[in-house]
């Protein structure tokens, strides 16, 4: 007959509060790249659209167009 080790309660105990600790770790990692990635998306949205805020007070019709090409196709 094949006898299954069973770890003692202190040991089964600390075991779990480990993989919670783990995967507490792992998700507090995963939140703080989405933050920084939605910081890094804003910034270039704010950066594109004051881009095309300056491109728009342009005087001359020709300029502006130009500027507003320019401004749209970078990505």
Same mark, same amino acid.
Not at 17 to 26: E, K, Y
Not at 28 to 42: D, K, P, S
């Given at each position: 007959?094949?006898?299954?080790?069973?770890?003692?309660?202190?040991? %089964? *105990?600390?075991?779990?509060?480990? $993989?919670? @600790?783990?995967?507490?770790?792992?998700?507090?990692?995963?939140? #703080?790249? +989405? &933050?920084?990635?939605?910081? %890094? *998306?804003?910034?270039?949205?704010? $950066?594109? @659209?004051?881009?095309?805020?300056?491109?728009?007070?342009?005087? #001359?019709? +020709? &300029?502006?167009?130009?500027?507003?090409?320019?401004?749209?196709?970078?990505?």
């Amino acid at each position: 007959m094949l006898r299954t080790l069973q770890p003692s309660p202190a040991v %089964a *105990r600390l075991l779990g509060v480990m $993989a919670v @600790a783990g995967l507490v770790a792992v998700f507090a990692l995963v939140v #703080q790249g +989405a &933050v920084q990635q939605g910081e %890094a *998306r804003r910034a270039s949205a704010d $950066a594109q @659209a004051q881009a095309e805020w300056r491109c728009k007070a342009e005087r #001359q019709q +020709a &300029v502006r167009r130009d500027c507003i090409a320019r401004v749209s196709s970078v990505p």
